[in-house]
């Protein structure tokens, strides 16, 4: 990031705040508000997470509070962790060889890493969007019908259209695919096919929506929606966002942290973190002094 760019920041997030507060300007429904949000149980809560790749430690003794109906940005240079830190809840580290995760990690109350956990449940209660679109090679109602079936949500194919109808909808795709349901999800534009992929993950009627750099791939007009639709989506689930983008950060959070070399240095709202942050690494990382 090059100077002058910390001005741009908060000025993105200045109408970013404009527009979740001022009802006359955004005229849709954005949830509990920032105080009812608050003195909410949090969603999420991290203890002393510490994550070792075989000898080498990633991670070291992350404590965050995620708040439910909101959106947390995870920020910092490649390499920091946050990605790490990421799949770790949904154990999505689990699968990968010589992983191991140390601490606690709860979700309302529960111990994600607790032996009695079923992971497969845990996947689909903790939905995840990956960088790179990754639509399965079936049809658009095949790719949004799989994760329900699988898991017995639909007890007639009613109740299947009904749920691909209502998560196409919910991901803003509807109006663009209901005529094309039976076509490939590969055959979607890049920005429809991200969209796809947050419709399949939302029928499977998820509490918490992981997405890693769900922009990174995508041109401007494609991220200008999946950054909408972001902010439409936290009014029923809790998002946790990885992101490069410091005024994607900006635009679509309401907290953010901050992670460098495997260590939360910063975390709370992200109208202190970008304009008055506590720490000087995040002052220097958000004005592009490094990253």
């Known amino acids: 990031m090059k100077s002058g760019q910390s001005v741009e920041i908060a000025m993105t997030f200045e109408a970013g705040r404009r527009r979740e507060f001022d009802p ?36 070291f003794a992350v404590d965050i509070d995620v708040r439910p109906n909101e959106v947390t940005a995870l920020i910092g240079p490649s390499g920091c962790g946050k990605s790490t830190f990421l799949r770790c809840l949904n154990r999505m580290n689990d699968i990968i060889d010589g992983c191991t995760c ?19 449940h845990l996947r689909a209660r903790v939905g995840m969007v990956f960088q790179k679109p990754n639509p399965f090679p079936k049809s658009v109602y095949e790719n949004v019908a799989y994760g329900p079936r699988i898991h ?18 919910r991901a803003g795709l509807w109006e663009e695919v209901k005529d094309r349901l039976n076509e490939p999800g590969t055959g979607l534009s890049g920005g429809q096919q991200q ?26 007009i494609a991220t200008a929606k999946i950054e909408e639709l972001i902010d439409e989506l936290r009014v029923n ?3 946790v966002i990885v992101t490069h983008n410091m005024q994607q950060a900006a635009r679509v959070s309401q907290r953010t942290a901050f992670f460098h070399l495997g260590n939360l240095v910063e975390f709370g709202d992200t109208d202190r973190i970008f304009t008055n942050p506590n720490a000087e ?3 220097d990382y958000i004005t592009g002094r490094f990253g």
């Open 24 to 59: 006359a300007i955004d005229g849709k429904d954005t949830g509990p508000g920032p105080v009812a949000r608050a003195e909410m149980p949090p969603k999420i809560v991290a203890r002393g997470v510490d994550v070792f790749y075989g000898a080498k430690q990633a991670l």
């Open 102 to 120: 140390r601490g606690s990690i709860t979700i309302d109350g529960e111990d994600i890493y607790a032996k009695s956990v079923d992971v497969v």
């Open 152 to 169: 017995g949500l639909a007890a007639a194919r009613v109740d299947m259209d009904e749920i691909v109808q209502t998560s196409l909808e």
């Open 195 to 220: 969209r796809l992929c947050i419709a399949r993950a939302i029928a499977v009627e998820p509490d918490v929506i992981l997405m890693d750099e769900p922009c990174s791939a995508l041109d401007p």
């Open 237 to 239: 689930y809790t998002i």
């Open 281 to 283: 690494r995040t002052r």
